[in-house]
Structures are given as C-alpha cells and as structure tokens.
C-alpha cells in the first residue's frame, strides 16, 4: 500500500506577517510536525499550491525553510496565489516540463502520480491548461496506461464545478479538453485544493478529493456571494493507495491533551472507558 500526504493551500507569507489575521507559519509547522510524528513512513508529501499567498521570493523561502523540515520527499504544485518565476527560483531542482511549466510524475509500482500546473497566466483566481500542459499531461496518462499503471492525479483548480457560487469564477478555465481525457484514460483517482472546503465525491465515475488545507478556511456556503474566512484546526490528508484502490482520511495535528478518554476493547464488544481528564 502506498501512503501519500496531500496538503494544500498553505498561503505563506514573509515572517513576522499574516493571512487574513493568523499567522500560517506556525500552522504549516504543526502540519510538518504531525507528519514527521506519525506519518514518517510515507512515501511523499504532495502539496497542491497556494504554497504562498503572494508570489513573491521572500515567502517561497519561507515556506522552503518550513517544508525542508519534512522527514519524507516532497512534490510541490503551484496554485493561483502562487508565482511560477518566483517559485523556481527559489526551488531551482523542482522538476518542471520541457516548457517550464510545474508539471511532473512519480511512478510508485503500479500508480502513476501526476502532478499539473494550473496556474494561469492572466487572471488571479481562475486556472488553466493551456495546449502545451494538456499535450503533456496525455502523454504522462497514456504512458502510465502503456505501462500497466494507474494513474492518480494532483492538481489545485477543481475542473468541474463544485456547487459553490463564489467558486464558479475561479475554476479551471475551458476544462473541456482535460475532462475528455480524464474521461477517456480513467484515472483511480484525483486531488485537488483551493477550495479550502473537505470536499468529495465522484464525478463522471472518477473519484475526487479536496483538503480543506493548512491556512484559513472557508464557511460552506452554496448561494452566498461572499467569502467568509475562518480560523479553523489546520489539516491534510492521508491517501492509500493501490493499484485498484483510494482511501483518503482527512486528518489534523492531535496533540495528547487532546485527547479526553481512551476505549479499551474488550471481548463482549462494549468496551472499557477510561477517562484521561
Ligand atoms: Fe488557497
Ligand atoms: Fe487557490
């Protein structure tokens, strides 16, 4: 089986300075450290952009002095509030596409993990998939499929809507072509972020995930017009995966006084309580 971390949306900013109030340093640093506590065993920390909330060099070493903290690999992907320019130069070995897009693979047995960049070129909140990234992201799918592998798919824009007004102008823009080919090469399963919502689902037969992230979150609100941030525990997402097979368990950093009873099983199934508080 093999285990993924899929964190998302991140939004960090210079040190000292905050996102809509909180401060998402120490937010991503309890992700990090939960991770390295009970997740070391993974195979790579996947996370879906929004890595700053500005694009600018100073908080990509921000967020890179906070991520090299990982015991376990990781895969970045760039989202909106991300800059593509900014974020090489500070991730100078980031594997990216012939065309410099932010776009890889990582073969593990029988699943293909790929990675796409939906950042758009022009506008602040929708994605995008231009020709050169489409052209790619058929040949990464049908090679996995030639070579007996499943794919599972990363991407921070959602591609199709997911019912919420104030995300219907920031999805992935012209999103035909890619769902043709998702559709056509049946993907096991596909991740995305942005939405800041613990969102999932099936769509055309195809599962999806969305982890609500590290930094604010958002009130579900399906009419609503406005954007109402919240300041709620910092999460992600642990994935299993198998060759015919996702599980997706949406986890946040446990401290032990957390922790306010524990149930000890016992052979007539009622359990044995112990309180720790
Ligand atoms: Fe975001
Ligand atoms: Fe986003």
Redesign the pocket.
């Known amino acids: 089986m093999l285990k993924i971390i899929h964190v998302s ?1 991140t939004h960090v900013v210079p040190a000292g300075q905050s996102v809509v109030g909180i401060d998402p340093h120490e937010r991503l640093r309890q992700v990090v450290d939960a991770i390295n506590e009970n997740h070391d065993d993974a195979a790579l920390c996947v996370i879906t ?2 890595l700053t909330d500005r694009g600018d060099e100073e908080s990509y070493r921000a967020f890179a002095d906070l991520v090299s903290e990982l015991k376990i690999p990781y895969r970045l992907l760039v ?3 991300d800059n593509r320019q900014n974020f090489r130069r500070v991730f100078t070995d980031a594997p990216v596409d012939a065309d410099g897009f932010v776009q890889s693979t990582a073969d593990f047995d029988k699943v293909r993990l790929i990675f796409l960049d939906s950042l758009h070129d022009n506008h602040a ?1 929708l994605g995008q998939l231009c020709l050169s990234r489409l052209k790619w992201f058929e040949a990464a799918v049908k090679d996995a499929a030639r070579t007996g592998r499943r794919s599972v798919i990363f991407i ?2 959602p591609p199709f809507s997911v019912g919420v007004k104030v995300f219907e102008g ?1 999805m992935l823009e012209n999103a035909e072509p890619f769902l043709s080919q998702i559709t056509a090469n049946k993907p096991l399963h596909l991740a995305f ?4 919502l613990t969102t999932s689902g099936s769509w055309n037969g195809i599962p999806f995930s969305c982890n609500r992230g590290v930094a604010h979150q958002i009130v579900l609100n399906f009419e609503g017009v406005v954007t109402e941030f919240i300041e709620a525990v910092p999460t992600f997402a642990v994935m299993l995966i198998s060759e015919n097979s996702v599980l997706v368990h949406h986890a946040a950093p446990v401290a032990t006084s957390d922790i306010i009873a524990r149930e000890y099983a016992t052979d007539d199934g009622k359990g044995n309580l112990v309180m720790t508080r």
């Open positions: 949306d952009g929004d989202g909106n509030h909140g921070h824009h920031m972020g942005h939405l800041h």
